[in-house]
């Protein structure tokens, strides 16, 4: 009992002496929350993430849906919460290092709402010059008056025998 007090005491002290995160910029407009959204999950091997950071994105019923072919060829999803994907994911991701950066955006807006297409390419480190995969975010955003908001994030990777369109793709020239 007198453990479970002073790990109670010493949290609520850490509570009062850290000030909560200020996340707000991260929501004022579309480039920032795409911004903040592939900043949180990027890093370096071993390099701590701000998972609140990342959570405070998404609406409280936010899908996260990977979508894959199994060995068969039929293509799968699964549906996480976001707070699911950083339990599933984020340990990976911050042991292995990870870094996704959005290469081209596709952009269709309406009033409040707002869908992209992001073209990613995934690397281990900031340093490398080859992503080892690449594929596009189908994120849709809601716009609550306040802030934006996402709402889900349904993503595929490119295979050899589904490459990516062109149109999706940055123009070179």
Not at 20 to 34: E, G, N, P, R, T
Not at 51 to 64: K, S, V
């Amino acid at each position: 009992m007198r453990k479970v007090c002073c790990m109670l005491a010493a949290f609520m002290l850490v509570t009062l002496v850290l000030p909560a995160q200020d996340y707000s910029k991260d929501v004022k407009d579309l480039d920032s929350i795409i911004e903040a959204l592939y900043g949180s999950i990027s890093g370096e091997k071993d390099e701590a993430r701000d998972w609140n950071r990342f959570t405070n994105l998404f609406i409280p019923e936010a899908q996260l849906i990977p979508s894959s072919k199994n060995a068969e060829g039929v293509t799968g999803y699964r549906i996480l919460a976001p707070q699911v994907y950083v339990d599933n994911f984020g340990k990976r991701l911050e042991k292995d290092g990870f870094y996704e950066k959005e290469i081209h955006r596709v952009t269709e807006q309406y009033g409040s709402l707002c869908h992209m297409f992001s073209t990613y390419e995934s690397y281990r480190s900031a340093a490398d010059t080859e992503p080892f995969v690449r594929g596009i975010n189908s994120i849709q955003l809601m716009h609550d008056g306040e802030r934006w908001w996402i709402v889900s994030i349904y993503w595929l990777g490119e295979k050899e025998d589904n490459p990516l369109p062109e149109k999706y793709l940055p123009n070179e020239g």
